[in-house]
T-cell receptor
């Protein structure tokens, strides 16, 4: 969607390797979120950010870390990828909770 | 704590028929509620939202939803289904006291038969 891009769109990686996914926004929104989407589980929150260098854990944060050094960029790192982290990862941004989210197009990650 | 339950992981309707997708929520504070739609290989798109103003909210593509506090429900409806409505739909609840984090339901896949 306009204003938010995720990269890469697809990635295949090997078990045990580190992986970094990038989310970039041009909307200057305060809040940024990383979710993973798995069949039958909807979307589950991994980490979120409420400002530069301000981040917190979501419900499925184990094995993941994040960084936000600039308003526009929110990075998600899988420190040592496992097969259970094969998923579609979505970044979302929000100006305020009252407006809801704008989502990126997602990154399909396969860990082999 | 907040949670969302979407009743029915798959719903099938005929073109022109009423669409009804069910969502019940749980929230310890007055909620903000949202419906999102996801087309294949795309991100989610906001359909409509309830933020404590009118209880009947209208969204894009002819969809609407009614907030019923007594039933803790926020069901999504559309009077007449179109083939282009085939997608996956997610209900979400936001605790607006906590960085606006949203909790999503498991999703309902809508199939529209010609």
């Amino acid at each position: 969607d306009a204003g938010i891009t995720q990269s890469p769109r697809h990635k295949v990686t090997e078990t045990g390797t580190p992986v970094t996914l990038r989310c970039h926004q041009t909307e200057n929104h305060r809040y940024m979120y990383w979710y993973r989407q798995d069949p039958g589980h909807g979307l589950r929150l991994i980490h979120y950010s409420y400002g530069v260098k301000d981040t917190d854990k979501g419900e499925v944060s184990d094995g993941y870390s994040v960084s936000r050094s600039k308003t526009e960029d929110f990075l998600l790192t899988l420190e040592s990828a496992t097969s259970s982290q094969t998923s579609v990862y979505f970044c979302a941004i929000s100006e305020s909770s009252i407006y809801g989210y704008t989502f990126g197009s997602g990154t399909r990650l396969t860990v082999v | 704590a907040q949670s969302v339950t979407q009743l029915g992981s798959h719903v099938s309707v005929s073109e022109g028929a009423l669409v009804l997708l069910r969502c019940n929520y749980s929230s310890s504070v007055p909620p903000y509620l949202f419906w999102y739609v996801q087309y294949p290989n795309q991100g989610l798109q906001l359909l409509l939202k309830y933020t404590s103003a009118a209880t009947l909210v209208k969204g894009i593509n002819g969809f609407e939803a009614e907030f019923k506090k007594s039933e803790t429900s926020f069901h999504l409806t559309k009077p007449s289904a179109h083939m282009s409505d085939a997608a996956e739909y997610f209900c979400a609840v936001s605790d607006h006291t906590n960085a606006g984090k949203s909790t999503f339901g498991d999703g309902t896949t809508l199939t529209v038969k010609p």
